[in-house]
């Protein structure tokens, strides 16, 4: 069987971009946080007690059922239901989880910026291998303590003691419609 010169270039091609997607790094190739270190990111976990709301693989008691299930944590999508999954959004979640989710159950544990790349070092070596390291980037902007996260110009009256969740429509005592 003769091989045509465009055959003779095409196979050899294909084989090298087969062989430059296969996972043969083994365990270095971890998705890693820069001066992240997985072991310290453990040992913080347990120190925090993180394990107190969530289940986490490896980490001894931790078998709390009040947050997520943090097993396979490198294949989840979304952070917090409303995040993608990036270490830069991890680390500012970890750093202070009301800051971008006001209403969220996790607390601010006072986790710093080092901790937080440790703990997610760890996280994200949970459920995937093969992964290239994440360039080290800063965390997201958090607001300030005394910043306040939305500047409503003229906030509507709140009569005390109530939450006002909807807005009533009654018709004036006349019976026409009220005015908006």
Same mark, same amino acid.
């Given at each position: 069987?003769?091989?045509?010169?465009?055959?003779?270039?095409?196979?050899?091609?294909?084989?090298?971009?087969? #062989?430059?997607?296969?996972?043969?790094?083994?365990?270095?190739?971890?998705?890693?946080?820069?001066?992240?270190?997985?072991?310290?990111?453990?040992?913080?976990?347990?120190?925090?007690? =993180?394990?107190? =709301?969530?289940?986490?693989?490896?980490?001894?008691?931790?078998?709390?059922?009040?947050?997520?299930?943090?097993?396979?944590?490198?294949?989840?999508?979304?952070?917090?239901?409303?995040?993608?999954?990036?270490?830069?959004?991890?680390?500012?979640?970890?750093?202070?989880?009301?800051?971008?989710?006001?209403?969220?159950?996790?607390?601010?544990?006072?986790?710093?910026? #080092?901790?937080?790349?440790?703990?997610?070092?760890?996280?994200?070596?949970?459920?995937?291998?093969?992964?290239?390291?994440?360039?080290?980037?800063?965390?997201?902007?958090?607001?300030?303590?005394?910043?306040?996260?939305?500047?409503?110009?003229?906030?509507?009256?709140?009569?005390?003691?109530?939450?006002?969740?909807?807005?009533?429509?009654?018709?004036?005592?006349?019976?026409?419609?009220?005015?908006?």
């Amino acid at each position: 069987m003769i091989l045509s010169p465009f055959r003779l270039i095409l196979i050899p091609t294909i084989l090298m971009g087969l #062989a430059a997607c296969s996972d043969s790094e083994g365990q270095s190739s971890r998705l890693t946080i820069a001066g992240g270190e997985p072991e310290q990111g453990r040992a913080l976990i347990q120190a925090y007690g =993180c394990g107190t =709301c969530h289940t986490i693989e490896d980490v001894r008691g931790a078998r709390g059922k009040v947050g997520p299930r943090l097993e396979n944590y490198a294949q989840q999508h979304l952070l917090a239901g409303f995040l993608p999954n990036t270490p830069l959004n991890l680390i500012a979640w970890l750093m202070d989880p009301p800051a971008l989710k006001p209403n969220t159950g996790m607390p601010a544990q006072g986790v710093s910026e #080092a901790e937080a790349r440790h703990i997610a070092a760890y996280l994200y070596s949970l459920g995937r291998e093969g992964m290239r390291v994440y360039p080290q980037g800063p965390p997201l902007q958090l607001r300030a303590e005394e910043e306040v996260t939305a500047d409503i110009p003229n906030p509507p009256a709140v009569p005390e003691g109530t939450d006002v969740r909807t807005r009533r429509i009654v018709p004036n005592p006349d019976g026409s419609a009220p005015k908006s």
